[in-house]
T-cell receptor, first 113, second 113 residues
Framework: AQSVTQLGSHVSVSEGALVLLRCNYS??????LFWYVQYPNQGLQLLLK??????LVKGINGFEAEFKKSETSFHLTKPSAHMSDAAEYFC???????????FGAGTRLFVKA | DADVTQTPRNRITKTGKRIMLECSQT?????MYWYRQDPGLGLRLIYY???????NKGEISDGYSVSRQAQAKFSLSLESAIPNQTALYFC????????????FGPGTRLTVL
């Protein structure tokens, strides 16, 4: 079975500061890992995904995440936060040939001017 | 036009009423899903369908039923709504060829009084 834990339900950063959102996963087989973003009053949209190619994955809007097997982590980073990054972010895991995607509880990112 | 649409976007109903939420997609995907989002709990899977003749229960299917009318249409019904079914409901599609990346509709906000 797979599971995902997002550390911190809320993260607040200043505009221009580093964004770091933490995600740890559990999987009995090599996983697929995803970050999705949800802006207010919208559905979730894919930010980036890891599918066993390069361990450093680049996504949209300057975000990237690094798959670290030894730490079972897939943390999301962005060097410089923008006001438009304020949203809720979900880490998710699935497995090749699996039937469903498991989502974390979400981390709401606040960006202060 | 949006690839995944949901109707209605908002609905207020009373305890005991039957409610149907509808989802249509133009992505041509066989796989469709219904999720429920509650604050602090992330997304939880209600039902999923891998083709018109394949319907499967997710982790929280009690009190819900679904109908897959066509490849493009997947409806969720609450036979007798209760207040703890107040939530944000999302429909999604996926393509196993893209590691089951999920494509979400805009959501339906349901309030049961």
């Amino acid at each position: 079975a797979q599971s995902v834990t997002q550390l911190g339900s809320h993260v607040s950063v200043s505009e221009g500061a580093l964004v770091l959102l933490r995600c740890n996963y559990s999987s009995s087989v090599p996983p697929y890992l995803f970050w999705y973003v949800q802006y207010p009053n919208q559905g979730l949209q894919l930010l980036l995904k890891y599918t066993s190619a390069a361990t450093l994955v680049k996504g949209i809007n300057g975000f990237e995440a690094e798959f670290k097997k030894s730490e079972t982590s897939f943390h999301l980073t962005k060097p410089s936060a923008h006001m438009s990054d304020a949203a809720e972010y979900f880490c998710a895991v699935s497995v090749p040939g699996g039937f469903k995607t498991i989502f974390g509880a979400g981390t709401r990112l606040f960006v202060k001017a | 036009d949006a690839d995944v649409t949901q109707t209605p976007r908002n609905r207020i109903t009373k305890t005991g009423k039957r409610i149907m939420l509808e989802c249509s997609q133009t992505k041509g995907h066989d796989r469709m899903y219904w999720y429920r989002q509650d604050p602090g709990l992330g997304l939880r899977l209600i039902y999923y369908s891998f083709d018109v003749k394949d319907i499967n229960k997710g982790e929280i299917s009690d009190g819900y039923s679904v109908s897959r009318q066509a490849q493009a249409k997947f409806s969720l019904s609450l036979e007798s709504a209760i207040p703890n079914q107040t939530a944000l409901y999302f429909c999604a599609t996926s393509d196993p060829g893209t590691a089951d990346t999920q494509y979400f509709g805009p959501g339906t906000r349901l309030t049961v009084l």
